[in-house]
Nanobody
């Protein structure tokens, strides 16, 4: 099982950047997918989530209206389009998958494997 992020880099404030997260070893449609980020000296925070069942999405207040999360289950891939970037968006961005089918929920309920996975992260740096 693997999550691999790509697309990070250096961009000027006000610019745009797109991230991708390619999943392998599991069926992404059975998972809720999320982007997290962690800036130096700060805790990891949730940026956005998109559900596997109906594609509903939720965003942190700090990125609403600027970031868009999406998924292509045929490609087992999740995306994050980031527009109007600000220096405070600088962080390592991680993708996260949490199994939400019946077996995953039952396993967690019974204290078994939690069916959650993290990617290795990709650096996004926004210069002022």
């Amino acid at each position: 099982v693997q999550l691999v992020e790509s697309g990070g880099g250096l961009v000027q404030a006000g610019g745009s950047l797109g991230l991708s997260c390619a999943a392998s070893g599991f069926t992404a449609r059975n998972y809720d997918l999320s982007w997290y980020r962690q800036a130096p000296g700060k805790e990891r925070e949730l940026v956005a989530t998109i559900t596997g069942t109906n594609g509903n999405s939720q965003y942190a207040d700090s990125v609403k209206g600027r970031f868009t999360i999406s998924r292509d289950d045929a490609k087992n891939t999740m995306y994050l389009q980031m527009n109007s970037l600000k220096p405070e968006d600088t962080a390592v961005y991680y993708c996260y998958a949490r199994g939400e089918d019946y077996l995953a929920r039952l396993s967690r309920q019974r204290g078994g494997f939690d069916y959650t996975y993290w990617g290795q992260g990709t650096q996004v740096t926004v210069s002022s």
